[in-house]
């Protein structure tokens, strides 16, 4: 099994920063893509920003340039960069990794359980 476990989250005031972190662990052979996801009350989850295994990376038009993703291939681990936060950021993140467990498995994707960013006064 693939286990994603999320940290980072809490309460901050607008305009200021966060740095989530999610880290892949268990049967893994390889990552393909990691990314970030978000849902806010009363909405759908929503793509905030993918990196994939050579690096690229993309990014919902709200989060350009105040977000940055990245990862630590060694560590199976993404992380998110939250900067210049606004109040419409508050929502449930949700780290998602495309992975597959050994080298002749389909590619599968894996959640973790989610963590509270809430931007208020």
């Known amino acids: 099994q693939v286990q994603l476990v999320e940290s980072g989250g809490g309460l901050v005031q607008p305009g200021g920063s966060l740095r989530l972190s999610c880290a892949a662990s268990?049967?893994?052979?390889?990552?393909?893509?990691m990314a970030w996801y978000r849902q806010a009350p009363g909405k759908q989850r929503e793509l905030v920003a993918v990196?994939?295994?050579?690096?690229?990376?993309n990014y919902s038009d709200s989060v350009k340039g105040r977000f940055t993703i990245s990862r630590d291939n060694a560590k199976n681990t993404v992380y998110l960069q939250m900067n210049s936060l606004k109040p419409e950021d508050t929502a449930v993140y949700y780290c998602n990794t495309e992975a597959r467990k050994f080298p002749w498995s389909s590619w599968r994707d894996y959640w973790g359980q989610g963590t509270q960013v809430t931007v208020s006064s």
């Open positions: 990196i994939i295994s050579g690096g690229s990376t």
């Open positions: 268990g049967s893994i052979f390889s990552i393909n893509a």
